[in-house]
């Protein structure tokens, strides 16, 4: 399996288990979103990955998404919002988030559409 294959794979099961739990009241809306981030930035990778644009290692989905607007992929104008997911990759997991969690069941519709647009944009 090719690595952009391989990140929309783990994308994917990654949106598998935000169904799963995110009406769960046991469970963390943080927890959610951190998977939330984790699905953009692999699908944003996957996309770069698949026209060969060489990435750094980086949960940072604005620089992801600048990357592929600098080399000329177009993207949905929904994919801004997105930008609010990165703190989720990084600062939660250390416990250094401060502020008030995103609305979960929205972002989950255009995380979503944006895994539907990922596997389009791989078959051309």
Same mark, same amino acid.
């Given at each position: 399996?090719?690595?952009?294959?391989?990140?929309?794979?783990?994308?994917?099961?990654?949106?598998?288990?935000?169904?799963?739990?995110?009406?769960?009241?046991?469970?963390?809306?943080?927890?959610?979103?951190?998977?939330?981030?984790?699905?953009?930035?692999?699908?944003?990778?996957?996309?770069?990955?698949?026209?060969?644009?060489?990435?750094?290692?980086?949960?940072?989905?604005?620089?992801?998404?600048?990357?592929?607007?600098?080399?000329?992929?177009?993207? #949905?104008?929904?994919?801004?919002?997105?930008?609010?997911?990165? #703190?989720?990759?990084?600062?939660?997991?250390?416990?250094?988030?401060?502020?008030? #969690?995103?609305?979960?069941?929205?972002?989950?519709?255009?995380?979503?559409?944006?895994?539907?647009?990922?596997?389009?944009?791989?078959?051309?």
């Amino acid at each position: 399996m090719k690595e952009h294959e391989q990140l929309l794979s783990l994308a994917k099961a990654e949106l598998v288990l935000i169904k799963k739990v995110i009406n769960d009241e046991e469970v963390r809306t943080e927890f959610v979103l951190f998977h939330m981030q984790q699905i953009v930035e692999k699908a944003l990778k996957a996309i770069l990955s698949h026209k060969g644009i060489i990435f750094h290692k980086t949960h940072d989905i604005e620089n992801l998404t600048e990357l592929c607007l600098a080399n000329k992929i177009q993207l #949905p104008d929904y994919v801004e919002r997105f930008s609010d997911l990165t #703190p989720y990759a990084v600062e939660f997991r250390y416990g250094f988030l401060d502020e008030e #969690p995103e609305d979960a069941n929205e972002l989950l519709k255009l995380a979503e559409e944006f895994l539907d647009f990922t596997g389009i944009a791989l078959k051309r």
